[in-house]
């Protein structure tokens, strides 16, 4: 399996987190994508490097408006006075607003709050480069499956929250909607996604919500205890062509390995329903019992069985890199992971 990362995300190195109205340091470490290519190492992968995304690539998930505030707003920011060293919202438009006709206006301040879903996806200078670079990797992968193989993506920041105009979750560009988008035009007719990571696939979701073509699944902790809190209940089933074409897996906190795996078959046997050409699977490693944040409690076997069993489906597939932040064990899970997608 070819895998494909670029350097550049490494000028991403976030800052700010807030959790429970503490402020803490950001999860989203630099030293991820290290402990990642450790992993790669270890099955001899040497990955690739890809060329990052260019705008043109972009807009067939982001509009132009959106895009064009992620490449501006960290300078934008840093002429503001007294401005902290990363853009983070401090107000957003209530849905009351919104009816009323809300904008997002010219400030930074302002449109910080109109695309940013939270205060869980700082931007600062490297930030925009870092997602285009990540998004480059999507890309590559992507083209590796339109000619009928599998492929990872090491995606850093990782992208499953971003919706088409909004970032959240440490998530700016959503890698997995590139992914989809590129095998479309590349001549799939239909993609399936399954999302495993610990979060629910929210910005997946809102991007193909309406779409007859893709079917998305996600994997993932119980939303009335977990982040993003408001969606990825099991009754959002997509609307008008992509009527029960959304599948939501919500798990009870602290599921281990059998609760998790038998989510995954399901999933599975609704990919094979679907028959899609391509599958696209948005691999996070926070699902891992060592996880800081976690809400599940998957083991190293487990990551192992899950490469398995979505490996034996056999379809052309795309593994973009979501969350995980335990740098001590991502190397390993990911070669497990790996590992066992291989032996299928």
């Not at 695309?115 to 200078?125: F, L, N, Q, V, W």
């Not at 920041?157 to 560009?173: D, E, K, N, T």
């Not at 982040?227 to 906190?253: C, D, K, Q, S, T």
């Amino acid at each position: 399996m070819k895998a494909f990362h670029h350097p550049d995300q490494a000028r991403h190195n976030p800052r700010f987190f807030l959790i429970r109205g503490t402020v803490r340091p950001n999860y989203e470490v630099v030293e991820r994508a290290a402990a990642l290519q450790s992993g790669l190492a270890s099955l001899g992968i040497a990955p690739r490097e890809a060329e990052p995304a260019t705008v043109d690539q972009l807009i067939a998930v982001h509009p132009p408006e959106y895009l064009d505030f992620l490449a501006h707003a960290a300078a934008a920011w840093a002429a503001l006075r007294s401005a902290g060293p990363e853009v983070v919202a401090n107000t957003h438009p209530a849905p009351e607003m919104l009816a009323n006709g809300a904008q997002p206006g010219t400030h930074v301040v302002g449109q910080a709050g109109w695309y940013m879903a939270d205060a869980a996806c700082p931007i600062g200078e490297g930030t925009w480069e870092a997602a285009l670079a990540a998004a480059g990797c999507a890309l590559a992968a992507a083209a590796e499956t339109a000619a009928g193989r599998s492929a990872y993506a090491l995606c850093r920041p990782p992208g499953h929250h971003a919706y088409a105009a909004r970032a959240g979750g440490h998530c700016y560009l959503n890698n997995a909607a590139l992914a989809v988008e590129a095998l479309r035009a590349a001549g799939a007719s239909r993609v399936a996604t399954l999302d495993i990571d610990s979060h629910h696939g929210n910005g997946t979701q809102g991007i193909f919500w309406e779409r007859g073509d893709v079917l998305t699944i996600s994997v993932h902790g119980d939303p009335t205890h977990y982040y993003p809190w408001f969606v990825g209940h099991a009754g959002e089933r997509g609307a008008r062509a992509g009527e029960g074409l959304n599948l939501n897996l919500p798990l009870a906190i602290g599921t281990g390995d059998d609760g998790w795996l038998e989510a995954i078959r399901q999933g599975i046997a609704a990919i094979e329903a679907f028959r899609p050409d391509a599958l696209v699977v948005p691999l996070g490693f926070d699902a891992s019992e060592d996880e800081p944040l976690n809400a599940l409690a998957v083991t190293e076997a487990g990551f192992a069985r899950a490469g398995a069993l979505i490996g034996a489906l056999k379809l052309p597939t795309t593994i973009t890199q979501e969350g995980g932040y335990n740098t001590a064990v991502l190397g390993p899970l990911l070669a497990r992971f790996l590992g066992a997608w291989g032996n299928a």
